[in-house]
């Protein structure tokens, strides 16, 4: 799994681009290396999580944890939206699960770019 991490400075949007299969820890260590490595903007607008070059591995009954994860780093997902696009109808089962469970932060899967940073925006 690899990932690149954009910032839009007109937005104020973080995009974090994900190739490759994605498991549950890679998620966790991409945030956790991204805060280390302050690549994240103080005054980020929300998040764009691009799954379309990529596979996620995890099981439905995991998908609580991303939340978990959501909730525990406040700081930096709080009152935030992220956005989850994937052209992938299995790409979306985790994100779906893990919106249920939004607390303190909102997220949503789409599967247009567009409607992705309106909804961000919006």
Known sequence: MKYKIEYDITT?????????DISLEDIFNTW??????????YNVSGFLLDYRNSNI???????PKIAKYYQK?????????????SESSKNIVTPIL?????????????????????????
Do not use: C
């Not at 995890?58 to 998908?63: A, F, G, N, R, V």
């Not at 930096?76 to 992220?82: A, P, R, S």
């Open 12 to 20: 104020k949007i973080v995009t974090k681009i994900y190739f490759g």
């Open 32 to 41: 956790d290396e991204a805060k280390l490595l302050n690549l994240i903007p």
């Open 57 to 63: 591995n995890i099981h439905p009954l995991e998908s």
């Open 73 to 85: 780093n406040l700081e930096l997902f709080g009152n935030k939206k992220i956005a989850i696009l």
């Open 98 to 122: 893990v919106q249920e469970l939004d607390q303190g932060y909102s997220s949503r899967p789409f599967s247009s770019y567009e409607a992705a940073i309106h909804w961000i925006l919006s």
